[in-house]
């Protein structure tokens, strides 16, 4: 049990285009999921947390208006890099609580996002 | 400010028992997780210290002291598959699910 899902594994882009990931629980119900940014060599950056039916809370640094974030049910969310850059080429992974559960946080497989 | 510190890369044996360290500097406490990460894949969960003390599960092992700001894990008749980096994160208080994830240690396991 406990498997979260992401879409796409991989995705390439062109600069200035959009580009929306998709994270699910699929056989649980997260109130809560976390969105992350990992470069190469580096460790896991918390970028925001998405909390479903409110708006996501965001880490310093990190740019709301860029990283758009949609937490629409207790399954399903969302992060879309609007108007890409390189810069934003980097391995992105999404986590999820549990409802009600005290502490464990589950990853998914991570999204490698390319922008040439 | 927030600081989790790690060896960034150790090596050793295959059979052999090798202690991956973390110090954490947070302003908040509520836990404190080891997870592996094989390169390109996701993290996946090794282990969680709420108490000062050792929790064994298998060949891996998990110490925290919190007057210290100190863990570590064990790992213990290391095998091939047991090259990854190793992350310690924190969890920053009562009222957050946030971890803070320290720069990982990257274990390179030898014939």
């Known amino acids: 049990g406990a498997v979260v899902s992401q879409h796409p594994s991989r995705v390439i882009c062109k600069s200035g285009t959009s580009v929306k990931i998709e994270c699910r629980s699929l056989?649980?119900?997260?109130?809560?999921m976390f969105w992350y940014r990992q470069f190469p060599k580096q460790s896991l950056m918390l970028m925001a947390t998405s909390n479903e039916g409110s708006k996501a809370t965001y880490e310093q640094g990190v740019e709301k208006d860029k990283f758009l974030i949609n937490h629409a049910s207790l399954t399903l969310s969302t992060l879309t890099v609007t108007s890409a850059h390189p810069e934003d080429s980097s391995f992105y992974i999404c986590s999820a609580r549990i409802a009600g559960s005290s502490y464990e946080q589950y990853f998914g497989p991570g999204t490698r996002l390319t922008v040439t | 400010g927030q600081n989790i510190d790690q060896p960034t890369e150790m090596t050793a044996t295959e059979g052999a028992i090798v202690q991956i360290n973390c110090t954490y500097q947070?302003?908040?406490?509520?836990?404190l997780f080891w997870y592996q990460q094989h390169a390109g894949e996701a993290p996946t969960f090794l282990s969680y210290n709420v108490l000062d003390g050792l929790e064994e599960k298998g060949r891996f092992s998990s110490f925290l002291s919190r007057s210290k700001g100190y863990s570590y894990l064990l790992l213990k008749e290391l095998q091939m598959k047991d090259s990854a980096s190793y992350l310690c994160a924190v969890r920053g208080g009562y009222n957050t699910d946030k971890l803070i994830f320290g720069t990982g240690t990257r274990l390179q396991v030898f014939p």
């Open positions: 947070t302003s908040g406490f509520n836990g």
């Open positions: 056989d649980f119900q997260a109130t809560t």
